[in-house]
T-cell receptor, first 116, second 113 residues
């Protein structure tokens, strides 16, 4: 069965510094996809970044990058130049195919607090 | 362009009452989903609809039913609410295909007393 593990329940980072949020995954599939979502205190889920298992380069979206290490089965999110608005819960998720669609399997999340 | 909308935002039910959570998307997406989020946990899939006219069970379907009313709307019904169904419920939609992200609604916070 597929599984996502996020081992950091909470983290602090100083404003303007970079931070890495850890995510490891377990799957026997050769083709898979990994997502990161942000959930601010207001509660909505915001898509940040996607990495496909066959993508040769690490995904980047603005200040977000995904450090994808296939052999180690890790997909860490790197946020550069942290801002106060980055304070939120962050969830790593994996795509799990179901016939003609897919569901997301989520980790338990990491709460990030950015200090001024 | 509203994206994914959910109603209501908050609801309190007594054990045994029924209710329907509504979800609509205006992005012409094929697939729609219902997740629940319990404290300290990630989201878990309740039901999904890969395309209009189809629905299937997810990880935690017991106590719920769904209806894909049309391409835009996907409702979740609790027939007889239980305290274990106290949770935040998210509706999501996606275009379909492996690399497309799921877009989430703002969530419904449900408390069953």
């Amino acid at each position: 069965a597929q599984k996502i593990t996020q081992t950091q329940p909470g983290m602090f980072v100083q404003e303007k510094e970079a931070v890495t949020l850890d995510c490891t995954y377990d799957t026997s599939d050769q083709s898979y996809g990994l997502f990161w979502y942000k959930q601010p205190s207001s509660g909505e889920m915001i898509f940040l970044i996607y990495q496909g298992s066959y993508d040769e380069q690490n995904a980047t979206e603005g200040r977000y990058s995904l450090n994808f290490q296939k052999a180690r089965k890790s997909a860490n999110l790197v946020i550069s130049a942290s801002q106060l608005g980055d304070s939120a819960m962050y969830f790593c998720a994996m795509r799990d195919w179901m016939d003609s669609s897919y569901k997301l399997i989520f980790g338990s999340g990491t709460r990030l607090l950015v200090r001024p | 362009n509203a994206g994914v909308t959910q109603t209501p935002k908050f609801q309190v039910l007594k054990t045994g009452q029924s209710m329907t959570l509504q979800c609509a998307q205006d992005m012409n997406h094929n697939s729609m989903y219902w997740y629940r989020q319990d404290p300290g946990m990630g989201l878990r899939l309740i039901y999904y609809s890969a395309s209009e006219g189809t629905t299937d069970k997810g990880e935690v379907p017991n106590g719920y039913n769904v209806s894909r009313l049309n391409k835009r709307e996907f409702s979740l019904r609790l027939e007889s609410a239980a305290p274990s169904q106290t949770s935040v419920y998210f509706c999501a939609s996606s275009l379909g295909g492996a690399s497309y992200e799921q877009y989430f609604g703002p969530g419904t916070r449900l408390t069953v007393t």
